[in-house]
């Protein structure tokens, strides 16, 4: 039988997606861990990205960050990550294995697209604009939050879709430092020779990684529209 | 009478010790760490050269037909959303556990960032300078190599180095085919537990990271002597 045909097997089989450690099980651990350090680094980053861009200072602080984030590999960090003392790769409640490391890693991956969107955001809203709502004799709150902010959403949520992307990437390989995630049926899977396994778990993340995809940009292009005015 | 005692102190490598940094190491297992990095170089130049190949008539005909634009664009981004470690696996079946599977990869995820370079670069051209060179009787192809691509180096250069620097940290992950460079070397470490080799790998990959990055910008400032005169610091 071809590769495609026991990848569509074990893709159709049941028992692949239901039970402990199954395709459903690692794919919930999977989001879930998603949508926790997405939560974390958006708490994070946003209030101190959208600050420093109203203040317009520490615009090295958000090209480095970003620059520092595509040198460092996602590997090698889980991996210092998981061989140190702590985090180490205890188990984490319902985030699994190493759960507690992986969870740093996504956050601080998330970090860069979400630091450097919002910061740009704020800072390209046009200077005869923020005269205008000066000369208005508006506060630098009131600046902020009806001028700034809703100028600034579309590239901030840009930033977040990027960042949701990157964190849904982490988590897969997290599985390389026998993290948690669909990732570890795929290492499982290259390791024992069992091929279609590995393959099929792929084909489930790279097809819930274009869902989020494309859900995230039909968010932003419903925020999008009422400020759509911009050209 | 003296008791057989250890003479040497084990090495800061040694399963007891276990220093992250070990110089002793990098003495011992130069040769392997050379090999890694030799591959892990050939594997990310390669996928950026094949990305870079196939972005040129990629772009060339979304500009021609600009409906393709958006088509190409959105299957590239639908692409790049796919993480690597799957990515790979979807490749085996026709490429199998080769460096192959992950140069292809890898040059796909740096056509998504070339793509947009390209497209962006050409379209950073003034309009009056291609006005003048279609006046003084340039030819659509001499036009795109002569006038177009020269002033779109600045841009597609930025966009060269932000592919190089990913692919360099994306190539580790190629350790799930058994080619990954500088991955395999963590990968191990990971399974013995081995801090000084994970820390030498992962260092030796920024370094590898920042000097490509560094080559490029001195790759641009030759090919473009005329941005320097304007003093502004090319990004």
Known sequence: MTLFGLTWDYLTTASSWTGDGALLDRLVEQLLLTVTALGLALVVALPLALWLGHLGRGGF????????????????????????????PAYFGPYGRAGLATLIALGLFALPPLVTNAYTAV??????????????????????????????????????????????????????????????????????????????????????ALLLEIAAASAQRIVRAPVGRRP | MTLVA???EPSCYSAFVNEWW???????????????????????????LLG????????????????????????STGLYTIPSLALFPLLVPF????????VIGLAVYALTILVRGLLDGLRSVPEEVVESAVGLGYGSTRLLLKVQLPL???????????????TVALTTVG??????????????????????????????????????????VVLQRLLTPWTRSTGRATR
């Open chain 2, 95 to 102: 490429t199998g556990l080769s460096a192959t599977t992950v």
């Open chain 2, 6 to 8: 250890a003479t040497t």
């Open chain 1, 123 to 208: 800072r390209e809203v046009p200077a005869d604009v923020l005269e205008a709502a000066d000369g208005m004799g508006m506060s630098g709150a009131q600046r902020f939050w009806r001028v700034e902010l809703p100028l600034a959403l579309p590239l901030v949520l840009s930033g977040v879709r990027l960042a949701l992307v990157q964190v849904w990437a982490t988590a897969t390989i997290a599985a390389l430092v026998a993290g948690p995630g669909v990732g570890a049926i795929i290492v499982s899977g290259f390791a024992r020779n069992h091929y279609s396994e590995g393959i099929g778990a792929a084909l489930v993340v790279a097809v819930v």
């Open chain 2, 22 to 48: 070990c110089a002793q190491y990098v003495e011992d297992r130069h040769a392997d760490i050379i090999a890694a990095t030799t591959e892990h170089l050939r594997i990310t130049v390669a996928a950026v």
């Open chain 2, 152 to 166: 779109a180096l600045p841009v597609l250069v930025a966009s060269l180095r932000v592919a190089t620097v990913s």
């Open chain 2, 52 to 75: 870079l190949v196939l972005a040129f008539p990629l772009a060339l005909l979304a500009r021609r037909f600009p409906r393709l634009e958006s088509t190409v664009l959105g299957v």
């Open chain 1, 61 to 88: 602080v958000a090209v480095n960050v970003s620059n520092m984030g595509r040198a460092i590999p996602t590997f090698a960090l889980l991996a210092v990550l998981v061989t140190a003392d702590w985090p180490g």
């Open chain 2, 175 to 216: 350790t799930l085919v058994s080619y990954g460079g500088l991955g395999d070397l963590i990968s191990h470490a990971v399974q013995r537990n081995f801090r000084a080799e994970l820390v030498t790998a992962a260092v030796l990959c920024v370094v590898i990271a920042l000097v490509l990055d560094v080559a490029l």
